[in-house]
């Protein structure tokens, strides 16, 4: 694909006991803006915002622990190595050692998840913060019913004792991968490049990220909602202005008020809309993405 991380530079990171992979690029005089993955993917998901915003933003764009090229290591029986705050800790130490104090801060899905975590735990750090197409964990699992089960099954799949779930999903992984991707009002594949699709089936398709993507939800059903509880027990709110986005034909929209929800955890300003997409917004709606990242973060 032309353009694909044009003059981006691939690093990787020793941070905390693992292995954090990122790729670097855009104006390095420019603010820094890191862009966080969801599940199933990888950083490559950001490619063609990438391209979009290089010359308004210093970007760096890592895989999260258990994603991509970073670590894979085995969950710890309290699924504490994977927990929100780990993964926050791990992108602090990269941007330690890039020298970078303060940044913005945009995750989608599971990364948006991190990006709250580490909004909350670092406040001098995050300048801005755009979450996409999610709720705060707290509330969404709060939220449980039949219709949220069924549409979030995986939530409560993936966060079955192992091996039960990673023996089920490693029976056909790019089944499970591609179902995935096509999923939550996305409309199929169609959103995703060839070789970002190849990407992800590489980065997938193997025991140990199979493994660690289900830790990535056990730390989520436990651990998390601790950190969570006890955050807002102790009235800790995200410090900075927050821009919330999610797709008018996804599962957020249908059951959620999330722009109300995140009101309620932001002590900044609070602003967001739905975007005429399913889940995958950075794929599916690049150029409107970046207009509004570049908008709010600028």
Known sequence: MTGW????????FAVNGAEIAARLGGDRDKP???LLHGFPQTHAMWHRVAQLLRHDFFLILPDLRGYGDSSHAP????????SKRALAQDLIAVMDTLGIAAF?????????????RLALDHPARVRRLCVIDIAP?????????????RAYYHWFHLIQPAPLP????GGNPRAYLHA?????????LGHIEPRALAEYERCFCRDEAIHTACEDYRASAGIDLE?????RARGHKIACDTLVLWGEHGVVQRLFEPLALWQAQCAGAVTGWAMPAGHFIPEQLPDETSAALRAFMD
């Open 75 to 82: 969950g710890l029986p309290d699924h504490s190595n994977y």
């Open 104 to 116: 913005a801060l945009c995750g989608h899905d599971r990364g948006g998840r991190v990006a709250h």
């Open 32 to 34: 820094a803006l890191m």
């Open 137 to 149: 964990t707290l509330d969404m699992y709060a939220r449980t019913d039949f219709d949220f089960a």
């Open 227 to 231: 950190h969570d509880r006890e955050s």
């Open 166 to 169: 990673e023996l089920m999903i």
């Open 180 to 188: 995935k991707l096509g999923g939550w009002g996305s409309g199929g």
């Open 5 to 12: 991380f044009k003059d981006f530079e691939e690093r990787r």
